[in-house]
């Protein structure tokens, strides 16, 4: 399995309240995404970054931000939950452009 | 944008049947990869098998294999011999390099596999 490790594992918040979700990989791959889950939606794309410091939007990414300060970490935040943003979030890695993606196990994060 | 489409929200098999699980795909590029993911109840995806666009033959592992018709924009999963770990949600991907490398998923089929 690939080592990608994401944290916390379950999270439950409050509306309003600042979030910050953790990708942290040990492959030295390029590549990290952070995608949601969701029912009927399958997995849709947040933000991913193809380098240190090089992020850019999904399709999703409104009410989000990313930050990439090392190669092996990638941060998801949530600047102020909504209870739109209950899901589950899945970090994925990927060697090159072209290599499959490899996911972590998800965080399933609630906001009351 | 790319839209990718699975017909069927769930399906059931008998154990050591064999069942198809459907997928359309929407796309004006020629160059492009497709995958099967597989998501058991333990919510980890796993990669079941991928597909190259420029290849015409289809892709095979073990009990799994696709038909991939390019023309359709067709790509289904056939899974032989179905096994009770078979049992998962099923997601078709399309992955394109001019739409910012996003792999685009299907809304998942359930697969139920019944002894």
């Known amino acids: 399995d690939a080592g990608i490790t994401q944290s916390p594992r379950h999270k439950v918040t409050e509306t309003g309240t600042p979030v910050t979700l953790r990708c942290h990989q040990t492959e030295n791959h390029r590549y990290m995404y952070w995608y949601r889950q969701d029912p009927g939606h399958g997995l849709r794309l947040i933000h991913y970054?193809?380098?240190?410091?090089?992020?850019d939007k999904g399709e999703v990414s409104d009410g989000y931000s990313v930050s990439r300060s090392k190669t092996e970490d990638f941060l998801l935040t949530l600047e102020s939950a909504t209870s739109s943003q209950t899901s589950v979030y899945f970090c994925?890695?990927?060697?090159?452009?072209?290599?499959?993606?490899?996911f972590g196990n998800g965080t399933r994060l609630t906001v009351t | 944008a790319q839209t990718v489409t699975q017909s069927q929200p769930e399906m059931s098999v008998q154990e050591a049947e064999t069942v198809t699980l459907s997928c359309t795909y929407d796309?004006?590029?020629?160059?492009?990869?497709l995958f099967w993911y597989k998501q058991p109840p333990s919510r980890q995806m796993i990669l079941v098998i991928r597909q190259e666009a420029y290849k015409q033959q289809n892709a095979t592992e073990n009990r799994f294999s696709v038909n991939f018709q390019k023309a359709a924009k067709s790509f289904s999963l056939k899974i032989s011999d179905s096994q009770l770990g078979d049992a998962a949600m099923y997601f078709c991907?399309?992955?394109?390099?001019?739409?910012?490398?996003?792999?685009?998923f299907g809304g998942g089929t359930r697969l139920m596999v019944k002894p």
């Open positions: 991907a399309y992955r394109n390099w001019n739409a910012g490398n996003m792999l685009t």
């Open positions: 796309t004006s590029e020629s160059d492009y990869y």
């Open positions: 970054s193809y380098g240190v410091k090089d992020t």
């Open positions: 994925a890695i990927s060697e090159f452009d072209r290599s499959p993606l490899h």
